[in-house]
């Protein structure tokens, strides 16, 4: 069974760092066909994808934040990491971890997000 | 990007009742379509991936259907446990999500 845990803090001032680690158990962080995604979900709004890091270091990240976004990884301690900078009040929200399996569907290629972390309130505020 | 619009945005229904959600994409996605389910508090569930494959572990009654811009899902006899909101997820190119569907006790 794939567990993962964020961790990190739940208070990040205005024009900081937003800092989140994500370790992953049960599972290697190289696994084939394997991503790992950090996902949020301000408090009534819309779910948001925020990038991927495979254990090579490769990266995505969604366009809306690529500028302020980099996702790291460190294999030897199973985890994954998220920085995002200046946040500010819109940056607000649940922010999730996730697996992201890549299978082949009626010969076609789909990703979906199989196992999440319990998610982490960060509350942007001075 | 790819928006993705569900409807309705929220229902209610009895223990028993079918439900059906749909969720439409601004473009054609394939089957690049999943289903989860999200209670409150907690992280979302996958039930339905490439659109119509069952997740392993998750009820029968759940189903999933549609191609190209045009999904639904099915609870074909809702249970107490179902009451929760659902969110379809597109992975054909940047990961986007829809905006709910509320499913509450009539």
């Known amino acids: 069974q794939v567990q993962l845990q964020e961790s990190g803090p739940g208070l990040v001032k205005p024009s900081q760092t937003l800092s989140l680690t994500c370790t992953v158990s049960?599972?290697?962080?190289?696994?084939?066909?394997?991503?790992w995604s950090w996902i949020r979900q301000p408090a009534g709004k819309e779910v948001e994808w925020i990038g991927r890091?495979?254990?090579?270091?490769?990266?995505n990240y969604n366009p809306s934040l690529e500028s302020r976004v980099t996702l790291s990884v460190d294999t030897s301690k199973a985890q994954f990491s998220l920085k995002l900078t200046p946040v500010t009040a819109a940056d607000t929200a649940v922010y999730f971890c996730?697996?992201?399996?890549?299978?082949?569907?009626?010969?076609?290629?789909?990703?979906?997000?199989?196992?999440w972390g319990q998610g982490i309130l960060v509350t942007v505020s001075s | 990007d790819i928006q993705m619009t569900q409807s309705p945005s929220s229902l209610s229904a009895s223990v028993g009742d079918r439900v059906t959600i749909t969720c439409r994409a601004s473009?054609?996605?394939?089957?690049?379509l999943n289903w989860y389910q999200q209670k409150a508090g907690k992280a979302p569930k996958l039930l339905i991936y490439?659109?119509?494959s069952l997740q392993s572990g998750v009820p029968s009654r759940f189903s999933g259907s549609g191609s190209g811009t045009d999904f639904t899902l099915t609870i074909s006899s809702l249970q107490r446990e179902d009451f929760a909101t659902y969110y379809c997820?597109?992975?054909?190119?940047?990961?986007?999500f829809g905006g709910g569907t509320k499913v509450q006790i009539k």
């Open positions: 996730a697996r992201e399996l890549y299978s082949m569907v009626r010969g076609l290629i789909n990703s979906q997000f199989d196992y």
């Open positions: 049960g599972d290697s962080l190289s696994s084939a066909s394997s991503y």
């Open positions: 890091i495979d254990t090579t270091g490769n990266t």
């Open positions: 473009q054609s996605i394939s089957i690049n």
């Open positions: 490439a659109a119509s």
């Open positions: 997820q597109q992975s054909h190119s940047i990961i986007t």
